[in-house]
Nanobody, 123 residues
Framework: EVQLQASGGGLAQPGRSLTLSCVVS????????MSWVRQAPGKSRELIAG????????YYDDSVKGRFTISRDNAKNTVYLQMTSLKPEDTAVYYC????????????????WGQGTQVTVSS
């Protein structure tokens, strides 16, 4: 059984930082593409950061570019999302997603999903 366990969400003030982690099991992690997808209240999901199996290709949505950093540790089966300079508009449920094949921007084509972790940015 494939499991993605996301953690690290919480409440942060604007301008502060949070780091999300997603531990993957039951999946050949070092061959898979990983992404972080978020969903704000009343909005559709959006893929904001993605990383290929060897970190050779990394993607950021314009809304987070320069503030968020995605990384992965294949030895630990873990993908991270370091979020800095947080804004209220970053408030959302954040999901990690795994794909068995090449990375894609299309979040609907991911094979496995974590349970989501809430990030709230508010003063």
């Amino acid at each position: 059984e494939v499991q993605l366990q996301a953690s690290g969400g919480g409440l942060a003030q604007p301008g502060r930082s949070l780091t999300l982690s997603c531990v993957v099991s039951g999946f050949q992690f070092d061959n898979g593409a990983m992404s972080w997808v978020r969903q704000a209240p009343g909005k559709s999901r959006e893929l904001i950061a993605g990383i290929s199996w060897n970190a050779g290709n990394i993607y950021y949505d314009d809304s987070v570019k320069g503030r968020f950093t995605i990384s992965r540790d294949n030895a630990k089966n873990t993908v991270y999302l370091q979020m800095t300079s947080l804004k209220p508009e970053d408030t959302a449920v954040y999901y990690c997603a795994a794909r068995r094949s090449a990375w894609t921007h299309d979040w609907s084509r991911y094979d496995y999903w974590g349970q989501g972790t809430q990030v709230t940015v508010s003063s």
